[in-house]
T-cell receptor
């Protein structure tokens, strides 16, 4: 148990479906992140929330819609995805969004998404 | 964007030593991280370097040379459980974190 829990662990969806990924942390962290991990590629930062406010959106298509209702929960709503969106989606949290010191990310185990 | 390079794969024998290199080119520098990721699991934090030199944590050590844009992760006395992907990540002058593609280490008996 890493302290960051993601559900579901696996998801298969059609291109016309709507689904959501959920992330939960009880580490008292103020920042939460969504990353996309594709095989043999670097982790891609998608969204950053600091104190429930979105502070970064890295040119992510609108078919991905994040939501942060409180500092412990983060969602990624998925709608009309493409097959190339199939990947592992990792949630992470950290004490703060930036700043000096290590500010280490704690990751969840990820949600493996397959788009048919 | 930032450029972070590390080898794709490495193989070593149980009990041996493996060194994973990471080179980077970033706009400014505010620290380098190594994470370990076992297949199907969350990446977990291994080490953090912000000053030049060697940081040692048990069987794992991480080295940084800021002038060369270079780091390595040294794994000693390799065990089968060390088979995993190792991710190098660099925080730039704007405190943005960028990851390398990861190095898959396979430990053979």
């Amino acid at each position: 148990e890493t302290g960051v829990t993601q559900t579901p662990r696996h998801l298969v969806m059609g291109m016309t479906n709507k689904k959501s990924l959920k992330c939960e942390q009880h580490l008292g962290h103020n920042a939460m992140y969504w990353y996309k991990q594709s095989a043999k590629k670097p982790l891609e930062l998608m969204f950053v929330y600091s104190l429930e406010e979105r502070v970064e959106n890295n040119s992510v298509p609108s078919r991905f819609s994040p939501e942060c209702p409180n500092s412990s929960h983060l969602f990624l709503h998925l709608h009309t995805l493409q097959p190339e969106d199939s990947a592992l989606y990792l949630c992470a949290s950290s004490p703060s969004e930036e700043g000096s010191g290590a500010n280490v990310l704690t990751f969840g185990a990820g949600s493996r998404l397959t788009v048919l | 964007g930032q450029n972070i390079d590390q080898p794709t794969e490495m193989t070593a024998t149980e009990g041996a030593i493996v060194q994973i290199n990471c080179t980077y080119q970033t706009s400014g520098f505010n620290g380098l991280f190594w994470y370990q990721q076992h297949a199907g699991e969350a990446p977990t934090f291994l080490s953090y370097n912000v000053l030049d030199g060697l940081e040692e944590k048990g069987r794992f050590s991480s080295f940084l040379s800021r002038s060369k844009g270079y780091s390595y992760l040294l794994l000693k006395e390799l065990q089968m459980k060390d088979s995993a992907s190792y991710l190098c990540a660099v925080r730039d002058g704007d405190y943005k974190l960028s990851f390398g593609a990861g190095t898959t280490v396979t430990v053979r008996a």
